[in-house]
C-alpha cells in the first residue's frame, strides 16, 4: 500500500514569489493536515481537510492555504513568499477520526532566498 | 489550549542498553489521545506508538513500551534493547477527542544511539 506521496521534494523560490506544495495521501484516507516544521518554531499545525472541506484551520496568515479535491489529493499554497516561510512542511493523512494516528509523507523542503 | 512538554533536548544511549524519554503535557480535557512519533533523517515522522487516555494499560510495541500517568499528565516512552536504527528525533504528540484534528507536538528529543 503506497505511503503518502509529498511533491516535490525539494524547493527554492524567491521573496516575493508563490509555491504550490501537493500530498497524496494513503488510499481510503480522507482526512490531510499540514504541518509546517522549522528549528525555531518546531512542528506547527497548518490546516486540516475533510472531504474537500478545511476542519480547522492553525494560526498562520491568510498567505497560507490549502484546497483539497475529491480524490483527496491536497495542495497547500504560500503566496508572497518571506524568507521566514523555509521549512519543511509536511502532510499526513489519516481516515476520518485520526484515534489511530497520522500517516506522514517524507515533507517538501522549501527554501526562499 | 494544549501543551506538550519535552525537558530532554537530547540523549544518548550504548546500543543494546534501555534508555527513556519524557513528555508531560497539559489539558483540561479527559478524552485524548497520545502519540510518539520518530524522525529519521529521512524527514518522515513514523508513528512509534499510540496511547489512549481512557484506557489504564500503557500501550507496548515491541521493544517500545509507554508509562502513561493520566493524574500526572506523564507519558513517556522506554525503548529496550536499543539498536542503531533506533536513532532519530522523538516526538510527543497529543490529539483531541473533541473534534479538533489537531496535533500539538513536543520540541523533540534527539537520541543518539552509542555503539
Known amino acids: 500500500k503506497a505511503g503518502v506521496t509529498q511533491t516535490p521534494r525539494y524547493l527554492i523560490k524567491t521573496r516575493g514569489q508563490q509555491v504550490t506544495l501537493s500530498c497524496s495521501p494513503i488510499?481510503?484516507?480522507?482526512?490531510v493536515s499540514w504541518y509546517q516544521q522549522t528549528p525555531g518554531q518546531g512542528l506547527q499545525f497548518l490546516f486540516e481537510?475533510?472531504?474537500?472541506?478545511?476542519?480547522n484551520k492553525g494560526n498562520f496568515p491568510g498567505r497560507f492555504s490549502g484546497r483539497q479535491f475529491s480524490n483527496s489529493r491536497s495542495e497547500m499554497n504560500v503566496s508572497t513568499l518571506e524568507l521566514g516561510d523555509s521549512a519543511l512542511y509536511l502532510c499526513?493523512?489519516?481516515?476520518?477520526?485520526?484515534?489511530?494516528?497520522?500517516?506522514f509523507g517524507s515533507g517538501t523542503r522549501l527554501t526562499v532566498v | 489550549a494544549q501543551t506538550v512538554t519535552q525537558s530532554q533536548p537530547e540523549m544518548s544511549v550504548q546500543e543494546a542498553e534501555t534508555v527513556t524519554l519524557s513528555c508531560t503535557y497539559d489539558t483540561s480535557e479527559s478524552d485524548y489521545y497520545l502519540f510518539w512519533y520518530k524522525q529519521p533523517p529521512s524527514r518522515q515522522m513514523i508513528l512509534v506508538i499510540r496511547q489512549e487516555a481512557y484506557k489504564q494499560q500503557n500501550a507496548t510495541e515491541n521493544r517500545f513500551s509507554v508509562n502513561f500517568q493520566k493524574a500526572a499528565k506523564s507519558f513517556s516512552l522506554k525503548i529496550s534493547d536499543s539498536q542503531l536504527g533506533d536513532a532519530a528525533m522523538y516526538f510527543c504528540?497529543?490529539?483531541?477527542?473533541?473534534?479538533?484534528?489537531?496535533?500539538?507536538f513536543g520540541t523533540g528529543t534527539r537520541l543518539t544511539i552509542i555503539p
Open positions: 488510499s481510503g484516507h480522507r482526512s
Open positions: 481537510y475533510f472531504s474537500e472541506t478545511q476542519r
Open positions: 504528540a497529543f490529539l483531541s477527542n473533541f473534534g479538533n484534528e489537531k496535533l500539538t
Open positions: 499526513a493523512s489519516s481516515l476520518a477520526v485520526p484515534k489511530g494516528g497520522y500517516t
